[in-house]
């Protein structure tokens, strides 16, 4: 049964880009999966001529990890994330919308404890630690393959450290297809509304209810300001129509700013941002304000660089954090 990443997906916007990893697999064109800003290949290992047992299926005390043998080219990489507030959900749920958009049917995904936790981590192929560091309180797995191919399989587990998130990739493709390569990305700023990482459409209750908060980091602010940039915003819809399904549900819209300017200013800035999206939020979509709430830290936590103009673009931003506590 897939796990509470099925339907949750995220996109990103070539603005957070660090690396591409083109997933080279069968004849047609590989996916590129595109890792957050930070991204490190820690390790990689190719062998021409292999096998690799794909896990389908989560453990169990009768037959173990269910897995699906599949021969080619297999390449073996494990990326480091330093400085990431991602979370390890986030980081899967990226992963996994891209390989979908790509093309890739998702054939089994699964959280921790519903993998089979301990069994599942040490009963399928795991790159050993410091390159791939996997919390048993905190994994995530997912395997995928186009659709009609006997090779052209991809394999995911992400977990985190305090410090860092850890993605581990294995693909399978035909003996004579490339590797899986690494290529920088030129950073670019993405159009307004351009989404980085945003829950989607249907199914943004398994993002507050399992890891409690919504980055919604396509909204565009230009700094210094509490004013929402035109357009429709995805994230925003999503909001309202999970809060109009659960009116027993509150949410505090918390907001950030980059590092310009003095501390007391930006908390204040925040503030009026966060404030500025619960008036959207029951101007335009209609929420109730009493599920509403608005707060501001300033610049205290980033998610990415303020160093760049595309970091300091990020931390600009609102999240939505569930406050139910039932």
Excluded at 2 to 25: H, K, M
Excluded at 51 to 61: F, K
Excluded at 307 to 325: C, H, K, P, Y
Aim: aromatic letters at 6%; hydrophobic letters at 45%.
């Amino acid at each position: 049964m897939a796990g509470p990443v099925q339907r949750a997906q995220f996109r990103i916007a070539s603005r957070v880009a660090a690396a591409l990893l083109a997933v080279a697999a069968g004849n047609a064109a590989g996916a590129e999966l595109t890792l957050p800003e930070g991204a490190t290949l820690a390790r990689e290992i190719v062998d021409p001529s292999s096998s690799y047992a794909m896990p389908t299926g989560p453990w169990d005390e009768a037959g173990g990890v269910m897995a699906t043998e599949i021969a080619g080219r297999v390449t073996r990489q494990a990326w480091r994330i330093g400085g990431t507030g991602l979370t390890s959900f986030e980081i899967m749920a990226t992963l996994r919308g891209q390989l979908a958009r790509a093309g890739y049917d998702i054939l089994f995904d699964c959280k921790d404890e519903t993998c089979g936790g301990f069994d599942f981590r040490y009963g399928t192929e795991v790159i050993g630690e410091p390159d791939m560091h996997v919390d048993l309180r905190d994994f995530y797995f997912a395997a995928a393959q186009r659709p009609g191919a006997t090779t052209d399989a991809v394999s995911l587990m992400v977990s985190r450290s305090a410090s860092a998130g850890f993605v581990q990739v294995i693909a399978v493709g035909d003996a004579e297809a490339a590797p899986v390569a690494l290529a920088p990305t030129a950073s670019t700023k993405a159009e307004p509304g351009a989404a980085m990482p945003t829950a989607v459409l249907d199914d943004i209750g398994e993002a507050m209810e399992t890891v409690g908060r919504f980055v919604m980091v396509d909204l565009d602010f230009a700094t210094g300001s509490a004013e929402l940039g035109p357009g429709d915003y995805t994230s925003l819809a999503e909001l309202a129509a999970y809060l109009a399904e659960h009116p027993e549900k509150r949410v505090a819209l918390v907001g950030h700013t980059d590092a310009e300017g003095s501390l007391a200013g930006n908390i204040s800035l925040s503030k009026r941002r966060a404030a500025s999206i619960a008036d959207r939020l029951a101007t335009k979509y209609g929420v109730n304000r009493d599920q509403l709430e608005a707060e501001g830290i300033g610049y205290l936590a980033p998610i990415a660089s303020n160093q760049t103009d595309e970091g300091r673009t990020l931390n600009r931003r609102v999240e939505a954090i569930l406050v139910s506590t039932e």
